[in-house]
């Protein structure tokens, strides 16, 4: 008995929250209508596409003597990204680059969160910024 109780209660909260999330839709929607801030430029849309694009590492500058960066082992956490333009747009982008990171001070491996340089005519998807491992190794 105590388990159909348990059931009737939440499927009622259940169905509340279905109707305030109607009721919630069709405000917002009748919101936007009205502001005349809905999209209206489908034919925008139909030219749109997306593409997965690997990450570039960009670095600047030596490090300290003695020290050496081992560029083959640097991590990028993702290692792609997936960027949205005109298809157009797209077909000229084949990397994306972290903006610059100055090594020059290095005597250790770092883990940096970097962001990514701005792409012109494409939007980034849902990463702005990465995880970089750089691994630096002392040289005798």
Known sequence: MKILNGLKTN???????????VITYIYVQNELISSGRIF????????????????KVALKGEPPPRYQILTGNIKVKPEKVIIVGK????????????QEIDVRKFTHTQILYVPLKPVE???????AM?????PVVAVR
């Open 87 to 98: 298809k157009s747009d797209l077909d000229k982008i084949s990397e994306i680059s972290t």
């Open 130 to 134: 990465v995880e970089i491992e750089i």
């Open 121 to 127: 005519n494409a939007i980034v998807g849902d990463k």
């Open 11 to 21: 499927l009622i909260y259940k169905l509340v929250a279905f109707i305030l999330a």
């Open 40 to 55: 209206h430029n489908k034919e925008l849309l139909k030219q749109l596409d997306f593409k997965v694009v690997p990450i």
